[in-house]
């Protein structure tokens, strides 16, 4: 007995039914916990002066010049103006209202994009002295 083209068809075409069957008939799998959904807030100082911008160590970035942090990592930043004059902070895209000498003001950002994002002062709207670089990974 031959097999004819017809013949050979319609046993696929019972086999990939049986194997629709069978997937529509299992459970759904349960879903992976979500990788960007923080637990955590970190606070994180950041202090501003004339000339530097300093962003205190925590447990992402120990080691390194710049801050590092996960993807989806939430961090409020307590910046504090110590310079002469008053700066505003743009992180990212953001940009922070004026901060006066002394005063101090809670920045919150959630990083949920890996990569790499320029961090400096702004004196009257426009970039002035220091600057850093944030990486997500």
Known sequence: MTNSPSRVFLVLALASST????????????????????????????????????????????????????????????????????YSIKIGSHVTPVIDPGHSMLVHVQWIVRGQFLYETLYKGKPLGPKGYVTVF
Request: aromatic content about 8%.
């Open 19 to 86: 194997v629709v069957l069978a997937s529509s008939l299992a459970r759904p799998a349960k879903g992976a916990p979500l990788t960007t959904a923080p637990s955590v807030t970190y606070v994180v100082d950041m202090t501003l002066t004339n000339s530097t911008i300093i962003v205190s160590s925590d447990k992402f970035s120990k080691g390194s010049k710049y801050p590092r942090y996960p993807r989806g990592a939430s961090i409020r930043y307590d910046v504090t103006d110590k310079g002469t004059r008053p």
